[in-house]
T-cell receptor, first 115, second 113 residues
Framework: NAGVTQTPKFRILKIGQSMTLQCTQDMNHNYMYWYRQDPGMGLKLIYYSVGAGITDKGEVPNGYNVSRSTTEDFPLRLELAAPSQTSVYFC??????????????FGEGSWLTVV | AQTVTQSQPEMSVQEAETVTLSCTYDTSESDYYLFWYKQPPSRQMILVIRQEAYKQQNATENRFSVNFQKAAKSFSLKISDSQLGDAAMYFCAYKGGSEKLVFGKGTKLTVNP
């Protein structure tokens, strides 16, 4: 059971370039999330999805786009990379409220540097 | 909107001693979940302990326990018999009806040998 898998783990981008962070989960979770963590800070929600075909903005969505065509996958796209997007990105997933305890499971993070 | 506050940016403890990390939150909801996550230098987010708001009994996981005070909106984490491997950033988090996890800014815990 792989859990939540993110790729790539490390990436350096030039200003203005585009890229997609991939995220997949094999736990059949309804909910998926993208967070970013700036140095010395907590995690801030970028986008989230409550199921295939449904996405919604979080606290810091500007500069990002997402899609959720399947239950398993939730890619995050950066269209025009800016230095302010240098951060560690975490994908996460969870079940809809149930006896499972509502735990959110995190991927290992993707370190992105924009130069 | 819900907020989570961790008032201690840094804490330190001697190995084998006990330390308590503080967390307060603000919400108008009655049904929610609270979590403590540990983040070592690898940046991996590791669930330490979870508390359901409707449960009066404080959650316990081995050396980790919480003091959940619902009326005061307080959710502190106690680490007993601290070990060197406990050194990390600790994040308090809230999850309510919106299903979004809201994090505090974290507390950096240092364990001294």
């Amino acid at each position: 059971n792989a859990g939540v898998t993110q790729t790539p783990k490390f990436r350096i981008l030039k200003i203005g370039q585009s890229m997609t962070l991939q995220c997949t989960q094999d736990m059949n979770h309804n909910y998926m999330y993208w967070y970013r963590q700036d140095p010395g800070m907590g995690l801030k929600l970028i986008y989230y999805s409550v199921g295939a075909g449904i996405t919604d903005k979080g606290e810091v969505p500007n500069g990002y786009n997402v899609s959720r065509s399947t239950t398993e996958d939730f890619p995050l796209r950066l269209e025009l990379a800016a230095p302010s997007q240098t951060s560690v990105y975490f994908c996460a997933s969870s079940y809809l409220r149930s006896s499972s305890g509502n735990t959110i499971y995190f991927g290992e993070g993707s370190w992105l540097t924009v130069v | 909107a819900q907020t989570v506050t961790q008032s201690q940016p840094e804490m330190s403890v001697q190995e084998a001693e006990t330390v308590t990390l503080s967390c307060t939150y603000d919400t108008s909801e009655s049904d929610y979940y609270l979590f403590w996550y540990k983040q070592p230098p690898s940046r991996q987010m590791i669930l330490v302990i979870r508390q359901e708001a409707y449960k009066q009994q404080n959650a316990t996981e081995n050396r980790f326990s919480v003091n959940f005070q619902k009326a005061a909106k307080s959710f502190s984490l106690k680490i007993s018999d601290s070990q060197l491997g406990d050194a990390a950033m600790y994040f308090c988090a809230y999850k309510g009806g919106s299903e979004k996890l809201v994090f505090g800014k974290g507390t950096k815990l240092t364990v001294n040998p």
